[in-house]
């Protein structure tokens, strides 16, 4: 951890833990105070990150909270609800997760998953801490779950052997409205009567200006009622699902989260190889099948139409040079998009990448995951370019990040084009984010 820093960052850092404070229930973190008051899977785990910076028990504590509440097949939940806190859709009553047999009987959680960051922290924690024998007991705990959380996903969303795990709702994506979705959700004709009846929650608490439209929360809500018809039971829902898709980001996060376990199977004296052989099957699968050469970038894949999705994701590159899967030439090739206008790495903008391509079809500067600046995407971004030795861009966009929250705040997500935040104000990833980029030596 770096000893001394700058007055203006060590109040930086001051701010950012006030954040998480702020969110701390007593048992995980919120990930904004009022539009999101639940427990979000992936955003436990990145605030954990945050965490094994400086309190290694409160990192513990927000995962164990997560994991406790995890399905009997493996599943860890996108959402555990929070009963105090009700003003949320789609809410408990609405995802009748209950009706599956593997749900758990001491919480209530949604239906579906988010991207699997979660050994990757528990790692990250553990190193941290100075691998003592608490961390060590902590580690132990983890292990099965993360095994099983692992499994399930192999086992339930890669029915075919390829090494890439579908997902089945944007949701799961963790990019809800993104126009990667938008041929698909254009392709889901629904006719009034098979559009639930609901009451959305989020535009009452940020601007509707910022939030997906009705149109797509329509759709996010068919497909949640779909699942639930059929009980939460895989094999039926892959049958017919109209939302089947190899996504790029969740599947690259999954393959650096494999290593991982395989480094955790390793300090408890397991063994590490089959973690390590399935790190190395996704790898290879994502390069081979979601290449795309003539626009040096990673493609998602449409599982109903056969189809790769053209649409143009900062996620598409990140996430691969996070988890090492492309070649140098490749990876070379993927820097040099990013830093043409349409992400504008290192360009005079000063801030972060987009999370779409600023000249794609269907970009938009606040609406969400249409455009706007994320902090998460960025991070994974910044650990890519490390690993693969662009230490100037790294570190520039570590200070990108860094400027960003200092300037606007610890805001959702960002205007590329002007810096300014939108959505939640007060957001737990962005802070925990910023205070892993403040707290640890460059490069380290
Ligand atoms: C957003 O998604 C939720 C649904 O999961 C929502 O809009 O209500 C996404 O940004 C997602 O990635 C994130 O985990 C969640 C909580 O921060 O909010």
């Known amino acids: 951890m770096v000893a001394v820093l700058r007055p203006d960052l060590a109040e930086l850092v001051r701010q950012a833990k006030m954040v998480l404070d702020f969110n701390w229930t007593g048992e995980y973190t919120k990930p904004g105070p009022r539009l999101y008051p639940h427990q979000w899977s992936w955003d436990s785990g990145l605030v954990a990150i945050g965490y094994s910076c400086y309190d290694t028990g409160r990192a513990v504590r927000e995962l164990t909270h997560l994991f406790d509440a995890r399905w009997k097949n493996g599943l860890l939940p996108q959402i555990v609800f929070d009963p105090r806190f009700g003003r949320y859709f789609p809410g408990i009553d609405f995802w009748h997760a209950d009706e599956s047999p593997d749900a758990p009987s001491h919480a209530k959680t949604s239906g579906i998953v988010q991207p699997p960051v979660h050994a990757t922290a528990v790692m990250r924690v553990y190193r941290r801490s100075g691998e003592g024998a608490q961390a060590r007991a902590f580690l132990e705990y983890a292990y099965p779950i993360l095994r099983s959380w692992h499994d399930y996903l192999y086992r339930e969303r890669d029915p075919e052997g390829e090494g890439l795990v579908y997902i089945r709702h944007p949701w799961e994506s963790g990019m809800d409205n993104s126009p990667m979705w938008d041929s698909i959700m254009m392709r889901l004709q629904l006719r009034p009567e098979e559009i639930p009846t609901y009451q959305r929650a989020d535009t009452h608490a940020v601007s509707a200006e910022d939030r997906p439209v009705s149109a797509e929360y329509d759709r996010f809500a068919y497909l949640v009622r779909f699942f639930a018809d059929r009980g939460y039971d895989e094999a039926r829902i892959r049958q017919d699902c109209p939302f089947l898709v190899q996504d790029v980001l969740f599947n690259s996060l999954l393959c650096e989260a494999e290593r991982d376990l395989a480094e955790i199977s390793r300090v408890l004296g397991e063994d590490p190889s089959p973690f390590e052989r399935r790190a190395e099957k996704t790898a290879r699968a994502i390069d081979r099948r979601l290449w795309d050469e003539e626009h040096a970038t990673y493609l998602d894949h449409d599982l ?67 455009g706007p600046v994320w902090i998460n995407v960025n991070w994974f971004l910044m650990r890519g370019l490390e690993r693969y030795g662009y230490g100037e861009h790294a570190a520039g966009l570590r200070g990108a990040i860094v400027s960003l929250c200092r300037d606007e705040g610890f805001y959702e997500y960002f205007d590329p084009t002007t810096g300014m935040g939108h959505g939640s104000d007060l957001f737990s990833w962005t802070a925990a984010l910023a205070l892993d980029c403040l707290l640890e030596n460059p490069g380290a």
């Open 304 to 370: 109903v139409s056969g189809c790769p999705i053209h649409a143009y994701a900062s996620s598409n590159l990140a996430g691969p040079l996070y988890a090492g899967i492309p070649g140098e030439e490749r990876a070379r090739r993927m820097v040099a998009l990013l830093e043409t206008p349409c992400f504008g790495l290192g360009g005079a903008h000063g801030t972060p990448v987009a999370s779409y391509d600023r000249y794609g079809y269907g970009f938009s500067p606040v609406r969400y995951w249409r």
